[in-house]
C-alpha cells in the first residue's frame, strides 16, 4: 500500500481538509491551497485526488480525477500500484454519470487490471467491489 508522510506539509494540509470537509467550501479551499503549493507528483496527485472531490460539476470531476491519475502515473515507486484501481474507478464513473459507456468500461477494466494489488481491508473491498459493479452496471447498459 502507498505510504503517505505524515509530516508532508501537503499530506497535513489534505488531512486537515478532510477533517473540514462538513464545511465543503473551507475543505475545498484547503485542497486547493494543497494543489497550489504541490511540487512532486506524489503531492500534485494527492492534492489533486482531494480537489476532485469538491467540484460543482461531473466533467470538472473528471478533469481533476485525470490529473491525479497522471500524476500518479509517474511516482516511479512500485506501491502507487495500490492508489490505481480507485483512481481508475473515480474516472470511470464520471464518464458512466455522462454516459459514455465505452470510456467507462475502459476505465472499469483499467481499475480492474489493478484490483489485485490491493489489500485486504474494508476500504480495499469497497474499491474492488466498486469496479465489480460498474463494470456489471455499464455493461448492462451497453445492452439497452
Known amino acids: 500500500m502507498l505510504q503517505f508522510d505524515p509530516e508532508n506539509p501537503i499530506v497535513k494540509l489534505c488531512a486537515e481538509g478532510m477533517m473540514q470537509e462538513g464545511n465543503p467550501q473551507v475543505a475545498a479551499s484547503m485542497f486547493q491551497q494543497a494543489w497550489d503549493n504541490a511540487t512532486t507528483h506524489d503531492e500534485h496527485f494527492i492534492a489533486a485526488h482531494y480537489v476532485a472531490r469538491h467540484q460543482p460539476t461531473v466533467d470538472s470531476k473528471l478533469e481533476w480525477d485525470k490529473i491525479a491519475l497522471e500524476h500518479a502515473l509517474q511516482i516511479d515507486r512500485p506501491d502507487v500500484t495500490s492508489v490505481l484501481p480507485s483512481l481508475y474507478l473515480n474516472i470511470a464513473k464520471c464518464y458512466e454519470d455522462m454516459g459514455q459507456l ?3 468500461e475502459e476505465h472499469y477494466n483499467g481499475a480492474a487490471a489493478f484490483v ?4 485486504e481491508d474494508g476500504y480495499s473491498r469497497m474499491i474492488a467491489t466498486g469496479v ?6 455499464v455493461k448492462a447498459l451497453k445492452r439497452v
Do not use: I, M, V
Open 132 to 137: 465489480e459493479k460498474g463494470l456489471e452496471r
Open 116 to 119: 489485485s494489488f490491493l489489500g
Open 102 to 104: 465505452n470510456l467507462a
